[in-house]
Each structure stands twice: as structure tokens, then as C-alpha cells.
T-cell receptor, first 115, second 111 residues
Framework: EPEVTQTPSHQVTQMGQEVILRCVPISNHLYFYWYRQILGQKVEFLVSFYNNEISEKSEIFDDQFSVERPDGSNFTLKIRSTKLEDSAMYFC?????????????FGPGTRLLVL | GENVEQHPSTLSVQEGDSAVIKCTYSDSASNYFPWYKQELGKGPQLIIDIRSNVGEKKDQRIAVTLNKTAKHFSLHITETQPEDSAVYFCAATFSNEKLTFGTGTRLTIIP
């Protein structure tokens, strides 16, 4: 069974530093997403990406955030200058195989801690 | 706006009994409703989903029902087992691909 993978599993950084979270979506999927989950809360949408551009983004996804698909397999989320409130689990998801665009499969997440 | 309400927030059932989790959504245009199971420290795992043209779907011990008129959908787990203990999230898509999640239900199966 193909899976979404994410690296690193944990990331600790100082406030103001840049972080890059990496994801390898399921092969042949066409739609890619980032979500985040603050400890004990629900999963929140950040951004969706299709055909090498952002298709939708939430209010959370401000100018400090960016996404990129640098090659045919990786999908990255960059936070330019981290804030304390960016501490959360970040999940990558992908969808869009065999016509089932809506069915999103999630990776195991990256736990980001900003000190 | 796009909103999904989920109840209860916590649920404890005896092993072997059934568990039911309910969600309501705000936008009648919603057409896709997945359920995810999240174990501690892991990502959400899709367990079942239903599209708006179907009223019920079953997969072994798990079933989902959808009432479009009332704008609510429910997850039913029968013959619960200890490994069913987890946090369960409902979700819905509205006019786009993004998922809007409910607030989660922590299900505990009591042996």
C-alpha cells in the first residue's frame, strides 16, 4: 500500500529561524495539501497545490509560509521566520488517483516545536 | 461559513458494544464526507468515506450514514475492540478540495 512520507518526524527550532518540512506524496497523485494540528485541537487546512501552483490557502497561510514542488517527488512547506504559535504537528496529504480526487491520504506528520 | 460540528468529544464503551459518533455540517453543497482515525503520535488514517449520492456505506464493522436533508452524518462501529481506541475525526469538503475537520471524538474501549 503506497504511503505519504514526511521528514523530519520532529523539528526543534528557535523563534525567527526558517524551517523546511518535507513530504513525498503518493506516486501518481496530483493534488497535494498541508494541514496542521495544534496539540489537542482539530486538524486545520493550510494550503492545497495542484499543477505547480497554489489552488487554495487558508488565513493561517500568510506570507511567512510557502510551498514548493522542487522535483517530481517532493513537496515542501517552508516557514520563513517561525513564531512560537507555529508549534504544531504538520501533516502532508495527497489525493487524485484514478478519479478519486477527494480521497486524501495523510502522512505521519512532523512535530514542530518553536522555542 | 464552512463548519463541521462533532459529538461527543469523548466516548467510552464496553468492548463488544457499539459506538456512534455524529457530525453536522453547515453547507448543503458539501458532497464528500470522510472519517479518519488518529492514534497517538500518528497522522489521520482514512477508515471510511461516503459521497452525497449515497445514504449508507458499510465496511466490515464500520458503517457511515448520511442524511443530506438534515445535514448530518454518523460513524457506527460495531463489536468494538481495544484497538478501536483512538481519536476519530469527521470531515467534509465544501466547494473545493480542502477538508474541514470536526473537533474529534476520543473513543475509549473498556476491556
Amino acid at each position: 500500500e503506497p504511503e505519504v512520507t514526511q521528514t523530519p518526524s520532529h523539528q526543534v527550532t528557535q523563534m525567527g529561524q526558517e524551517v523546511i518540512l518535507r513530504c513525498v506524496p503518493i506516486s501518481n497523485h496530483l493534488y497535494f495539501y498541508w494541514y496542521r494540528q495544534i496539540l489537542g485541537q482539530k486538524v486545520e487546512f493550510l494550503v492545497s497545490f495542484y499543477n505547480n501552483e497554489i489552488s487554495e490557502k487558508s488565513e493561517i497561510f500568510d506570507d511567512q509560509f510557502s510551498v514548493e514542488r522542487p522535483d517530481g517527488s517532493n513537496f515542501t512547506l517552508k516557514i520563513r521566520s517561525t513564531k512560537l504559535e507555529d508549534s504544531a504537528m504538520y501533516f502532508c496529504a495527497s489525493s487524485g488517483r484514478q478519479g478519486k480526487k477527494e480521497t486524501q491520504y495523510f502522512g505521519p506528520g512532523t512535530r514542530l516545536l518553536v522555542l | 461559513g464552512e463548519n463541521v460540528e462533532q459529538h461527543p468529544s469523548t466516548l467510552s464503551v464496553q468492548e463488544g458494544d457499539s459506538a456512534v459518533i455524529k457530525c453536522t455540517y453547515s453547507d448543503s453543497a458539501s458532497n464528500y464526507f470522510p472519517w479518519y482515525k488518529q492514534e497517538l503520535g500518528k497522522g489521520p488514517q482514512l477508515i471510511i468515506d461516503i459521497r452525497s449520492n449515497v445514504g449508507e456505506k458499510k465496511d466490515q464493522r464500520i458503517a457511515v450514514t448520511l442524511n443530506k436533508t438534515a445535514k448530518h452524518f454518523s460513524l457506527h462501529i460495531t463489536e468494538t475492540q481495544p484497538e478501536d481506541s483512538a481519536v476519530y475525526f469527521c470531515a467534509a469538503t465544501f466547494s473545493n478540495e480542502k477538508l474541514t475537520f470536526g473537533t474529534g471524538t476520543r473513543l475509549t474501549i473498556i476491556p
